[in-house]
């Protein structure tokens, strides 16, 4: 036997007798498989309120990870177990990184394909070269040391940020009021997210709908032209209503607001105090976009939560978050969401003897975009990040319009049962058309300012209150006018303070001086 013939003897003999397994190809599989969710986790420490599904999916990757490749290694026992390690390793970080290279939302069917057809090109490229070149010694070391620092690292990140994220000053919130009522209409608060009032929404769009204050005025609301939010973001501004104050001021070293407005939003504040202590019962209907506002995980006593319609299972909530960095994200997915048909349908569904407070959050006409321009529902809603700045705030426009008409059909179908009800529509704070979230505030403009913080402010107070002017008002004295009117005494009103904060950074806390919201 010559020596070529023995060395080819040799190397077949060793393919042969390649173990199943060793502990680099664990080692590269299994980080790779995890890394994906400890970066998901580590860069929304302060945000998520339920981080133990995202560790369950975590867990269920890793197990599927680890299948495939026995049955990978099943198909490849002629070669190193690490090789076939390195080609799964590189398919994760090319699977979990697809929205790097493409989005996840193309412009047309065609290019959604493409860019699927692309990418698929483009890993079985890279996990090809992986899977040559992963037997070498050196190249694999590298890819499982990489792997695991990152993974380590993303873990320790998330730790550390949510440790902080817990810890600091405690917002101030009152304790209920506990006013006995003379009067217990059923309340319904409905909350349109990002809705601009009439000024800025002709400002912003150069449209008109200040038809839309006319119809609720014609309806017994009161309607203000000049309310303010009193924080740049939801969770504040939705947290400070329901405080009936300014839970977050200068000064003080909170923790995430994500999480302490959590609890407060599910019921957990003087309002929804309040009326439970004069025998109403609290109805919750979140849109369900992320988890901060979806339905509790724990019903306290006999509240209710109208579960969020639609969305495409198991991909909602945070699944649907890690599914667009894939390429299942470049698939056309339903979102969740509740709008006013389904929201009237939960409130039908639970109604009783009690009286009712329902506090309705519609996630509209922020984006995604959910209306056609016949107001019928797109399918699936449009994120639009590749449009242009005219496209989205047309999409933005054509929204409004179906959401007002959505409105006022639904108020007229509470009064027509229900002619007594106190309702309230407001939004929670206005568009961001005119700046972005790295702008330092002291580069904000009265342009800015006031587009962001000018709300949509109508209530339609009982019969005995109804002549009272709300002009002016700031949402954090919704309930304050609301309860006294209830309990037929004078509200004790706070004056209107507003308070800019960077986005995921209430360390940045600054109160807006009122100066300057006036344009030169």
């Known amino acids: 036997m010559t020596t070529a013939e023995t060395q080819t003897v040799l190397r077949s003999r060793d393919r042969s007798t390649q173990p199943f397994v060793d502990a680099r190809s664990l080692a590269l599989v299994t980080f790779s498989a995890i890394l994906p969710f400890a970066v998901f986790l580590a860069g929304n420490a302060t945000v998520l309120v339920h981080p133990g599904g995202v560790v369950l999916d975590a867990a269920l990757a890793t197990s599927v990870s680890l299948l495939a490749f026995s049955v990978a290694r099943l198909l490849t026992r002629r070669s190193p177990p690490v090789a076939v390690g390195a080609g799964f390793a590189v398919f994760n970080l090319c699977f979990w990184n697809y929205h790097r290279l493409f989005g996840y939302e193309q412009t047309s069917e065609q290019m959604r394909w493409a860019a699927i057809g692309t990418w698929l090109l483009i890993t079985a490229l890279v996990v090809t070269l992986a899977f040559r070149v992963g037997r070498r010694p050196l190249v ?7 792997l695991t620092i990152w993974t380590i690292t993303s873990v320790g990140g998330f730790a550390i940020s949510r440790s902080q994220a817990s810890s600091g000053a405690p917002p101030a919130i009152a304790t209920a009021a506990f006013t006995p009522f003379v009067d217990r209409p059923n309340v319904y608060w409905l909350v349109l997210d990002e809705h601009a009032n009439a000024e800025q929404f002709h400002h912003v769009t150069g449209g008109d709908n200040r038809g839309f204050d006319d119809a609720l005025r014609e309806r017994g609301f009161s309607v203000s032209e000049t309310s303010r939010s009193s924080y740049l973001h939801t969770q504040l501004s939705i947290f400070s209503t329901l405080a009936m104050d300014y839970p977050y001021t200068p000064g003080n070293t909170y923790g ?46 006999d509240r209710i939560c109208v579960p969020p319609i639609g969305g495409t299972q198991p991909l909602v909530g945070t699944n649907l978050l890690l599914a667009r960095t894939t390429p299942i994200g470049a698939l056309p997915l339903d979102v969740r969401y509740n709008d006013m048909a389904s929201v009237l349908a939960g409130i039908e569904a639970n109604r009783g003897d009690e009286p009712l407070f329902v506090y309705a959050h519609l996630l509209t006409p922020h984006f995604p975009t959910r209306y056609e321009s016949d107001c019928s529902l797109r399918d699936p809603f449009l994120y639009g990040y590749h449009l242009s700045g005219q496209e989205r705030l047309a999409n933005y426009a054509n929204d409004v319009r179906c959401l007002d008409d959505e409105i006022l059909s639904g108020v007229d179908r509470l009064l027509t049962h229900d002619p007594d009800a106190v309702i309230i529509v407001q939004s929670d704070h206005g568009t961001r058309f005119t700046f972005d979230w790295d702008r330092p505030f002291d580069q904000w403009t009265p342009e800015n300012l006031n587009e962001r913080f000018s709300a949509v402010n109508a209530i339609r107070l009982p019969a005995s209150c109804r002549e009272r002017s709300i002009e002016g008002e700031p949402l954090v004295n919704t309930f304050r006018l609301v309860l006294a009117c209830l309990a037929g005494s004078e509200p004790d009103l706070v004056d209107p303070r507003t308070f800019y904060s960077n986005f995921h950074q209430i360390s940045t806390l600054t109160e807006v001086p009122a100066e300057a919201f006036t344009v030169p």
């Open 140 to 146: 694999s070391t590298f890819l499982m040391l990489f």
């Open 256 to 301: 995430s607001d994500f999480l302490s407005s959590n609890p407060i939003i599910m019921g957990d504040n003087p309002v929804v105090g309040t009326f439970e202590s004069n025998g109403y019962r609290y109805v919750y209907a979140p849109d369900g976009g992320v988890d901060w506002v979806d339905c509790p995980t724990e019903i306290v006593g």
